[in-house]
Every structure is written in structure tokens, then in C-alpha cells.
T-cell receptor, first 118, second 113 residues
Framework: ETGVTQTPRHLVMGMTNKKSLKCEQH?????MYWYKQSAKKPLELMFV???????ENNSVPSRFSPECPNSSHLFLHLHTLQPEDSALYLC?????????????????FGPGTRLLVL | QKEVEQDPGPLSVPEGAIVSLNCTYS??????FMWYRQYSRKGPELLMY????GNKEDGRFTAQVDKSSKYISLFIRDSQPSDSATYLC?????????????FGTGTQLKVEL
């Protein structure tokens, strides 16, 4: 496996369910991100981790709970979601969080998990 | 007002056409500008990356930044059906941004045979 992988690719859940999204990066990167992509809306940054520490929580409801057990893995735990949470959830990683050498760190995205909340 | 405005399309062009994709922005602190391409059922992938104003060319793709007008463009020459995708512009500030990207909504492009 190379790059950034995400499982599952598709998920249907009821509002009372609990599920988890998994992201794994095989690039040796130190920073990882969760984004939400809804139709006709810009990508919304949800969480940022750098060296397994959460450095950003972008006013995300508590029904979304991230976990980063090591620099290669990132989880998004979901519980009591609402139908408006249906979206594509993208994971990304970058070598480091902040700029190095005067250049902005490139973020590499996984294929996403398509989530439908019924 | 949104920080980044991008026409969602869809934009449909014949094969071989020159395509122009555009974004406008309101935050004059943005200095790094990116274009991502997102194929259906895939995540975005970085296509072009420019710093400050000017042009950058890579094969059939040219990225252009006009900071005075707060306007960026991506030109695709000799467009191919394989260019059919959604194109997202993204931008960020040079310091203190923590690698936080601000994205446009994306423009859906279809290149027809």
C-alpha cells in the first residue's frame, strides 16, 4: 500500500449508531488532517494532528471524536450523527505541519469515506 | 462574503479546447496558491503550486496569480477527456497558518470527445 488509505470507503449508519473511520498514511509524514467535503461547499478542515498531538479543532461538534494513536494512523469516531453529517470525509497528511524551507507543506489526500446518515 | 469564490460549473468543453478555471479571494494575506484535481470517487491531488504573483507552467497546465486583483487561474491547453474532474483552488498564508488551506468549492470540468 502506498500513499494515504481510508477505510471503509462507504458507510451507511443510523443516527444512534457508533462507527469509526480509519486513515493510514504510508508516507512517513508527521501531520494528519480530517476534512469534510459536502456538495457545493468548500472542503472544511475538522481536525489537525502533528506528531500525534491535536493542534486544531475547528469548532467541530462533539459527536465527532478524533484519535491519533501514532503518526501513521488517524481515526474519526462517530456517534449519534445527524443526516446533515452525510458527506465525504477525507483524510490527508503532510511531511510537517508548518512551513519548511520557505515552502508550504503539500497535503496528500486519501480517497475518502462516503458517509450516509439515515 | 466567502474567502474564496469559485464557479462550481459544470463546465463542458470539446476535446482540444483551452480551458480556463478561476478563483477570486478576499484575504490579501494569501500568498501560496494551489490547484488540486479530484477525480470521481477519489481524493484531491495536488496539480500546481505557486507562490505570490506570476505564472507557472507544467506541461499542458499553466497557473497564473494576479495578487493585485486577488484572482488566480488555471489554464489547460489541448484538453483531454482524462482531464474531466473537479478542480479545486486552495490558498494559505505564509506564516502562522499552520498549513491550513482555504479551499474554493471546486469547478466540475467535463471534456467531451
Amino acid at each position: 500500500e502506498t500513499g494515504v488509505t481510508q477505510t471503509p470507503r462507504h458507510l451507511v449508519m443510523g443516527m444512534t449508531n457508533k462507527k469509526s473511520l480509519k486513515c493510514e498514511q504510508h508516507l512517513g509524514h508527521n501531520a494528519m488532517y480530517w476534512y469534510k467535503q459536502s456538495a457545493k461547499k468548500p472542503l472544511e478542515l475538522m481536525f489537525v494532528y502533528s506528531l500525534e498531538e491535536r493542534v486544531e479543532n475547528n469548532s467541530v461538534p462533539s459527536r465527532f471524536s478524533p484519535e491519533c494513536p501514532n503518526s501513521s494512523h488517524l481515526f474519526l469516531h462517530l456517534h449519534t450523527l445527524q443526516p446533515e453529517d452525510s458527506a465525504l470525509y477525507l483524510c490527508a497528511s503532510s511531511q510537517d505541519l508548518f512551513m519548511t524551507g520557505g515552502w508550504q507543506e503539500t497535503q496528500y489526500f486519501g480517497p475518502g469515506t462516503r458517509l450516509l446518515v439515515l | 462574503q466567502k474567502e474564496v469564490e469559485q464557479d462550481p460549473g459544470p463546465l463542458s468543453v470539446p476535446e482540444g479546447a483551452i480551458v480556463s478555471l478561476n478563483c477570486t479571494y478576499s484575504n490579501s494575506a494569501f500568498q501560496y496558491f494551489m490547484w488540486y484535481r479530484q477525480y470521481s470517487r477519489k481524493g484531491p491531488e495536488l496539480l500546481m503550486y505557486t507562490y505570490s504573483s506570476g505564472n507557472k507552467e507544467d506541461g499542458r497546465f499553466t497557473a497564473q496569480v494576479d495578487k493585485s486583483s486577488k484572482y488566480i487561474s488555471l489554464f489547460i491547453r489541448d484538453s483531454q477527456p482524462s482531464d474531466s474532474a473537479t478542480y479545486l483552488c486552495a490558498m494559505t498564508v505564509p506564516t502562522g497558518g499552520g498549513n491550513k488551506l482555504t479551499f474554493g468549492t471546486g469547478t466540475q470540468l467535463k471534456v467531451e470527445l
